[in-house]
């Protein structure tokens, strides 16, 4: 077997450490891989703490998802989408519940893609507005389109996984090298990184779920069973990430003169297919050390703290 093992199995993506196998070492790491994703049908639960029964509306609603973000994939060039998660893995749960599923996630969190047991949850409050739960539902199930990847050993367990730009390594194995930290240049033995490109993930993730809603408003409205007042009066508020990327577009258009739905396209193909190399362009343009701190945003302050630095003395540097 050649440096590294790769799989696809139904547009997922498994990778297997690097390691010259024999024939029947390597049927055994395709059986292993065969079985991880096994699991991964099987994995999660049927209900979780607070679970609350989907609406008629809201059942149409993650169908007509499912359609509109393989549209809008297509639309970009990407067809070779996952299939799409069964409803019964979206779990909308009270808050009480959400909060004792993921006692980690905080108040102010309102929905969660979990690639491990291939399942979302939403968080949906007493009286929440629908067009608010449609916005928590579509931003989860783009997590859920997009590129996933996870890398095993020869035990069957897993390394790191990513989702779209999100790099997340699960525990310490200083053998693999992760792809983005790879792309930073780190080397094989630098220190742990439990996130790269969090933030940036988050906000390509928001921007097409809200390039979505709007499109496809009318329809929504009908599904729904709202009015355009109810919309007007329930203002969405969008993940604060959209902010950045929308201001590293404008800054790596003004250096080009690209067309910004050229960079855009980009990185949303970068974020529904894995290839993310199209970021060096951010570090040609942007200026050394730029990707580097793109990566850390949404890690903690200080990381997020740096980068708002960084934007703000942007044009008084360049």
Known sequence: MGEKGFYNINNLNFSTSKKELSLEAKIAEEKLVDNFYREL?????DSISGELFKTDQEKIMIRRFNQYIEEAAAEVGVTNLRPPLLTKKIHFAAPEGYD???????????????AIVDAA???KNKGMHPWQIAHYTLHEMVHSFSA????????????????GYDSVKLRDNSSKKMEASSLLGD???????????LAFNEGVTDLMTKEILEKHKVDLIKDLELDESDLENNPLEYHNAIYFVNWIMKKIVEKTNEDREVVWKKFKVGMLTGSIMHLREIEKNLGPGSLRLIAKVGKNNEDNLAFLEFMKNYDKNN
């Open 187 to 197: 080397s094989e033995d630098s220190e742990e990184v439990d996130h790269l490109f």
């Open 121 to 123: 949850y939403i968080k």
């Open 148 to 163: 996933i990847h996870y890398n095993l050993d020869l035990e069957g367990e897993f390394n790191y996984k990513k989702i």
């Open 41 to 45: 049908l099987n994995n999660g639960k």
């Open 100 to 114: 004792k599923e993921f006692p980690e996630h905080g108040d102010s969190v309102r929905g969660s893609y979990d």
